[in-house]
Each structure stands twice: as C-alpha cells, then as structure tokens.
C-alpha cells in the first residue's frame, strides 16, 4: 500500500526567504505526482504535476522536483511571502487516476 | 470558466438519515472522485468514477455510495448517516489523455455535521 509522508508537518518562516518542503513515498512505481496548495476552509488547488518521466517542474517562484528512485519529491519556493502562508499537499498517482495524499504541510511566512 | 461545484457548503444531519451531496462539474472531464478529509487521516478516497456508469470503491467506501448518470455530475449518498462520517468531503476531477492523468481540480468542500 502506497504511504506519502511529508515533513516537516508545520513551518514558520520570515518573508523573503527560500523554502523546501519535502515529500517521500514508498512505493516509486508511480504514473505522476501533484503538489497542491489548500488555504483555511477551501478546496485544493493544483500547483504543479510531474510525470514519472519527468525530473522536475517549474511555475514562476516554485520549482517541484521529482526523484522516482529514492520516493522523493521537494517543492522549492523561492522569495516566500506573506500570501504563501497555506497547507501544501503533495499527492501520488500509482493507478488510474487515483491519487495518494500525504497529510501536508502548514506553511507560515511572517511578514 | 469551467468549473467544479459542490453543494450544500454546509449541512448538519442527525444519524440514521439520508444524505446526498451533489457535485457538478463543467470541465467535461471524464474522471470524477470524492474524498473526505480528516484531521489525522489527511484525503482518502471514498468512491470514483472514470465515465458515464462506472462507478467504483475506494479506500473508505463502507456506508458511501455514487451514481454517474452523466458527465457533469457525481453525487454521494450517504445511505444511513453516521457521526463517524462526520467529516469535509471534497469533489474532484480530471481527464485522462492516453497514459497520462491530468491535473486534479478540486470544489469547494461540503462540511457533513452528523449528530
């Protein structure tokens, strides 16, 4: 059974500075993997997909990397701000759409 | 704007009730999911559908059922409420091309108080 754990479960920064979140799974025979943004009270959003072949991804101040291997995968922002401050989820495809979530990462950037 | 809506936003229920959550979604995408989010537990996948009368069970299904009657929709019915699906449930979608799954878009969230 797929497991995806992420760490740290809580992160308080100040604004201005580079971040990486992390993101491990144990099974790496996986079709795809999300990272997704959630603020309070809201759906999920969608931030970037990487596929299996891929080793990474880009969107303006994020960069999302993937490392089948190892069951790794990092999100990386950069220049964080105070508009950062949500849960990220990073999720994995093994089967058929279907997506194993971890339980995220509480974001925090103090202006 | 394409689009993926959930509703009731909220509801408060007592056990042994029937409950229908509907989700609509105008992206036309082929693949529909429901989750419930937990404190603990993170998303976990209740029921799914890849088109038009499939349907099919996911990790938490017990007590859930779906019906895909069309593309747009996917309700959840919840036969016989119970205070442990006390929970937020989330809609989702996506669409498949070939091999590749597409991005997950997800609604709102429909908050199920069970009492």
């Known amino acids: 059974k797929q497991e995806v754990t992420q760490i740290p479960a809580a992160l308080s920064v100040p604004e201005g500075e580079n971040l990486v979140l992390n993101c491990s799974f144990t099974d790496s025979a996986i079709y795809n993997l999300q990272w997704f943004r959630q603020d309070p009270g809201k759906g999920l959003t969608s931030l970037l997909l990487?596929?299996?072949?891929?080793r990474e991804q880009t969107s303006g101040r994020l960069n999302a990397s993937l490392d089948k291997s190892s069951g790794r995968s990092t999100l990386y922002i950069a220049a964080s701000q105070p508009g950062d401050s949500a849960t990220y989820l990073c999720a994995v495809e093994t089967s058929g759409s279907r997506l194993t979530f971890g339980e995220g990462t509480q974001l925090t950037v103090n202006p | 704007d394409a689009e993926i809506t959930q509703s009731p936003r909220h509801k408060i229920t007592e056990t042994g009730r029937q409950v229908t959550l509907a989700c609509h979604q105008t992206w036309n995408h082929n693949n529909m999911f429901w989750y419930r989010q937990d404190l603990g537990h993170g998303l976990r996948l209740i029921h799914y559908s890849y088109g038009v009368q499939d349907t099919n069970k996911g990790e938490v299904s017990d007590g859930y059922s779906v019906s895909r009657s069309n593309t747009e929709d996917l309700p959840l019915t919840l036969e016989s409420a119970a205070s442990s699906q006390t929970s937020v449930y989330f809609c989702?979608?996506?669409?498949?091309?070939?091999?590749?799954?597409?991005?997950?878009?997800f609604g709102e969230g429909s908050r199920l108080t069970v009492l």
């Open positions: 989702a979608s996506s669409e498949s091309t070939g091999w590749l799954s597409g991005e997950l878009f």
């Open positions: 990487i596929q299996s072949s891929q």
